[in-house]
Nanobody, 121 residues
Framework: QVQLVESGGKLVQPGDSLRLSCAASGHTFSRYAISWFRQAPGKEREFVVTINWRNNDTLYAKSVKGRFTISRDNANNTVHLHMGSLKPEDTAVYYC??????????????WGQGTQVTVSS
């Protein structure tokens, strides 16, 4: 049974940095990607970044490129999202998902429970 568990979300100030983690278990990940999406109140779920487990290819949303970095810890089946220069518009629940390397949330069958990131002064 696939399980994805996010952690690391909290209240931070604009300009701060934060690291989110997604611990994955119960599946062979080599043919898939792990991605981060986010959802702000009243808005649709939005693609943030994805990483291909086999070849480490990445794809970032324009809104976060240059500020966010995704990395992979193979030994622990964990993906980290390093978030820098945070802005109030980054406030959202952040979800990790397992599936094909896609920006379309509907392509993913496995999701974590989400972790809240709030950027506010």
């Amino acid at each position: 049974q696939v399980q994805l568990v996010e952690s690391g979300g909290k209240l931070v100030q604009p300009g701060d940095s934060l690291r989110l983690s997604c611990a994955a278990s119960g599946h062979t990940f080599s043919r898939y990607a792990i991605s981060w999406f986010r959802q702000a109140p009243g808005k649709e779920r939005e693609f943030v970044v994805t990483i291909n487990w086999r070849n480490n290819d990445t794809l970032y949303a324009k809104s976060v490129k240059g500020r966010f970095t995704i990395s992979r810890d193979n030994a622990n089946n964990t993906v980290h999202l390093h978030m820098g220069s945070l802005k109030p518009e980054d406030t959202a629940v952040y979800y990790c998902a397992l599936g094909p390397m896609s920006v379309d949330a509907f392509q993913y069958h496995y999701w974590g429970q989400g972790t809240q990131v709030t950027v506010s002064s």
